[in-house]
């Protein structure tokens, strides 16, 4: 059995990465993590990790910083750019407050000191594990949200960004040079492309989109016309 499929039994609720350049350290935790009923699947440098794709909902990323080739740190970062959802647990026997600072600012969700004990690892994984679990289901729903935004006509998106700033009907009207029936019409078929039930909830799209939304916008999407 190759290191990189150490598994649990069938049924694991969270798969774990494991990626220690020492042999001895990646069984040891693999033993850990599967008796915790997940799944470990265990690699020696940063490159054999991103050399496979880990496409897992419930997973996170138990990390080494000193790593032959490309560390810990340099691996966080090329998944940061590459906006990889995974929740990442450094693990280091040479730790230092400049690197767990620099660690922790990207979104690290732990940082241990070998040798740390073992419900201290298995405690950060089950927080990491929810975090990834959480950042999926937020990626899954801006790419449903962005599908939707991209059925709009340009005149709708228009429309779209103008109500969410906290224009009335009218107003919007105003500014596009159109009559406020029209807008409606427009206002409407927005509301139902993105399936938006409420002024409330195509201000929340609208922010997970990126577009600007004015603080007020927030207090005011009671679906006012």
């Keep these: 059995m190759s290191e990189s499929s150490l598994e649990a039994p069938s049924g694991s609720a969270a798969t774990v990465f494991v990626v220690d350049d020492e042999d001895t350290v990646r069984r040891a935790l693999a033993r850990l993590i599967r008796s915790a009923s997940m799944t470990a699947r265990t690699f020696p440098t940063a490159e054999a990790f991103l050399a496979e794709s880990h496409v897992v909902p419930a997973s996170c990323l138990v990390?080494?910083?000193?790593?032959?080739?490309l560390n810990g740190l340099q691996l966080q970062e090329a998944l940061n750019r590459k906006g990889y959802p995974i929740a990442i647990i450094f693990i280091t026997?040479?730790?230092?407050?400049?690197?767990?600072?620099?660690?922790?600012k990207a979104g690290a969700v732990d940082f241990l000191q070998k040798p740390f004990a073992g419900h201290e690892l298995l405690d950060a994984i089950r927080r990491a594990v929810s975090r990834?679990?959480?950042?999926?289901t937020k990626q899954a729903e801006c790419a449903e949200i962005r599908r939707?935004?991209?059925?709009l006509t340009s005149r709708e998106r228009e429309v779209?960004?103008?109500?969410?700033?906290?224009?009335?009907?009218k107003q919007v009207a105003g500014e596009l040079g159109s009559a406020e029936k029209t807008i409606k019409i427009h206002r409407g078929r927005v509301m139902a492309k993105m399936?938006?039930?409420?002024?409330?909830?195509?201000?929340r799209m609208a922010g997970l989109l990126g577009i600007p939304v004015?603080?007020?916008?927030?207090?005011?999407?009671?679906?006012?016309?």
Excluded: C, I, K, W
Excluded at 93 to 104: F, K, Q, W
Excluded at 148 to 151: E, L, P, Q, V
Excluded at 160 to 169: C, I, P, Y
């Design 63 to 69: 990390l080494d910083v000193r790593l032959p080739g």
């Design 93 to 104: 026997g040479h730790g230092d407050v400049p690197t767990s600072v620099r660690a922790m």
């Design 132 to 136: 990834t679990r959480e950042a999926v």
């Design 148 to 151: 939707r935004y991209d059925t």
């Design 160 to 169: 779209f960004a103008l109500v969410v700033s906290g224009l009335l009907n």
């Design 195 to 203: 399936q938006a039930p409420s002024l409330a909830d195509l201000v």
């Design 214 to 225: 004015p603080r007020s916008a927030f207090r005011g999407a009671s679906g006012s016309s």
